[in-house]
């Protein structure tokens, strides 16, 4: 399904095949697991390949939610590792997202957290300052209180704890990503943080 997005823009960018070797190494695969995986991965390149029944299928016999969170997130960061989100992948995610059951909150955090990890897409970034991608990050509007501000974020971060994951049955080879994330949450808590601190100091 990676494959299936990296090439959904027309052409399969060298930047794209450099982070799906990047996600193969995270994931701590053995050798015979790597071939599998490149081998996938240009399988969902082809024309025929049912993007749609094959992540049915995904979700009919994986289904974690944490799972599909950090699938979404890595559908994510093929698609903006070129620097620009196209039309074509914009739509493969939105699909997959209503198929797994991930809700427009939750797909503008990842979005977000993948936007300041490639800083990528023009017109988006013009859009959004650092403060305001932070709130993108914890799924919260700019006139969330202080407490619900903390509150989210301790939700996210227990969500994405390894142990608490290790339990809910995600992969130990997922666990290196969500640690990634738990770093984002927090970047994305105390940015928000800083910059209320900041405006109060400037009235008094």
């Known amino acids: 399904m990676l494959g299936h997005i990296a090439k959904a823009d027309g052409v399969v960018s060298q930047t794209e095949i450099e982070i799906t070797e990047s996600i193969i190494k995270r994931m701590n695969m053995d050798q015979q697991s790597r071939l599998i995986a490149i081998e996938q991965f240009g399988v969902g390149k082809q024309s025929n390949f049912n993007f749609r029944n094959t992540l049915i299928n995904f ?11 950090n699938f979404i997130d890595l559908l994510f960061q093929i698609a903006y590792s070129d ?3 196209h039309e074509n992948e914009t739509r493969i995610i939105i699909e997959a997202s ?30 959004n300052t650092p403060v305001e991608a932070a709130y993108n990050v914890l799924g919260l509007r700019p006139e969330a209180s202080d407490s619900e501000v903390k509150r989210k974020y301790k939700k996210l971060i227990s969500e994405n704890h390894p142990d608490k994951l290790v339990s809910q049955g995600v992969p130990e080879n997922m666990i290196e990503m969500a640690t990634e994330k738990t770093k984002e ?20």
Not at 59 to 69: A, E, G, K, T
Not at 108 to 127: D, E, P
Not at 185 to 204: E, F, G, L, P, V
């Open 83 to 85: 620097g620009e989100l």
């Open 98 to 127: 209503k198929i797994l059951g991930i809700n427009e909150f939750e797909l503008n955090s990842i979005a977000a957290m993948n936007r300041i990890r490639y800083g990528s897409n023009q017109q988006l970034q013009n859009k």
């Open 59 to 69: 979700r009919q016999n994986c289904y974690n939610r944490n799972l599909f969170l």
């Open 185 to 204: 949450i927090t970047w994305a808590y105390d940015a928000i943080m800083n910059h209320r601190k900041s405006n109060q100091k400037k009235s008094a």
